[in-house]
């Protein structure tokens, strides 16, 4: 049975009256039960990622169409894709930039930030307070400020452009400031408005878990965003007769993903333990520890151990996944498979090889065939 989310929004006497009155009250359980999976799979703006979204070529303030069609945004985020359309493409970029770095960080580990096939994309593993969620979060969040910035700089947005950031005071004075830089400053505020709406929006009962769930994936959609902004930096080119480099225009620019990733890595194996405390704030665990900063991960609840499928937490096992044999670490086939053990196969690759310089100026490669032995676990 396939029963569209357009279904949730009509009346439940519509949809059930006719199995009321054959009084099937299993069936109709089942098919409430099935309904509320559906609204609860379908609560991540994240699902933006997913497919391209085709904005139109000129923007109508408050037109209702792409924002009604969009899967899985908050009331908040729906007022604030009327208000800005043209900013739904790049939200989506970032989104997906975000999952990207994600599976790219997670490749050699049991959970390797693998997506399901609904609009939740993470499944039911985000719903758990762990380290592995307080990532996805950052990450998500950073990806947004990366792809509105940049789309601002691009003149791709109809209400920012370049950065308008002041110009550092160690700037040497003959240096000119004011070349065309990433906006930093609106994709910051952007992506905090729309990313963290969905969590203010939610009304939910004080010191409660849903409260802490709440607390700390604002305190990581920050973190996120302060990496995108610790690691910006400036960035200059010479002008100047013969290359002589007699002045130089200056700007503001954004540090390559990767490197945002890399951090947020850092500070995923590094992340706080956290619990609510008697006003409702998140404070740390184990006090004998320094207080993370508004620059680190934080969560509240110990992540599964990934090794097999499990319905009820979203985890989807290490069966049938890729290990090192030779690795001692968390790609190794001990750990990756979980005691299990693994299954040796013969696979054929074909790579790039015999690759010569031609003048000039590019490389011409031959593609060769090789067997080699891969690693799989039971």
Request: net charge positive.
């Amino acid at each position: 049975m396939n029963l569209g989310l357009s279904y949730v929004s009509q009346p439940v006497s519509w949809l059930f009256g006719s199995l009321l009155d054959s009084r099937n009250c299993v069936y109709v359980l089942t098919l409430v039960a099935l309904l509320m999976q559906v609204v609860a799979e379908a609560n991540s703006w994240w699902s933006l990622a997913m497919n391209p979204i085709l904005i139109p070529e000129a923007y109508i303030i408050g037109a209702q169409p792409l924002c009604s069609t969009l899967p899985g945004l908050s009331p908040g985020q729906k007022k604030l894709c009327q208000l800005y359309q043209d900013h739904m493409q790049f939200i989506g970029e970032g989104a997906k930039m975000g999952i990207r770095e994600c599976q790219y960080q997670f490749r050699h580990r049991r959970w390797n930030c693998s997506t399901v096939d609904n609009s939740s994309v993470f499944g039911r593993v985000i719903q758990i307070g762990s380290r592995e969620t307080a990532f996805t979060y950052a990450i998500s969040a950073a990806g947004v400020v990366n792809a509105v910035s940049r789309a601002c700089k691009e003149g791709e947005l109809s209400t920012c452009g370049c950065s308008r950031a002041r110009r550092p005071a160690e700037l040497p004075r003959d240096w000119l400031w004011g070349g065309c830089g990433d906006n930093l400053e609106y994709g910051y505020r952007f992506s905090r408005e729309f990313v963290d709406a969905r969590e203010r929006e939610q009304t939910v009962l004080k010191g409660s878990h849903e409260h802490l769930l709440q607390q700390m994936n604002i305190h990581n959609n920050e973190a996120g965003r302060r990496i995108v902004s610790d690691l910006a930096d400036v960035q200059c080119k010479c002008h100047g007769v013969s290359g002589s480099c007699s002045m130089k225009t200056c700007w503001l620019q954004l540090a390559d993903f990767r490197k945002v990733g890399d951090a947020l890595k850092e500070k995923y194996d590094s992340a706080a333990a956290m619990k609510l405390n008697t006003r409702g704030k998140l404070v740390q665990m184990h006090s004998k520890f320094n207080p993370p900063t508004s620059h680190d991960l934080v969560y509240v609840e110990p992540s599964p151990d990934y090794c097999l499928k499990n319905q009820s937490t979203g985890s989807l096992g290490t069966v049938g996944r890729l290990c090192n044999k030779t690795s001692e670490g968390m790609d190794g086939c001990e750990l990756m498979c979980c005691g299990r053990g693994y299954d040796q196969y013969k696979a054929q690759i074909v790579e790039r090889c015999h690759c010569k310089f031609h003048w000039c100026c590019y490389v011409k490669c031959k593609r060769c065939t090789k067997i080699v032995d891969q690693f799989v676990c039971k």
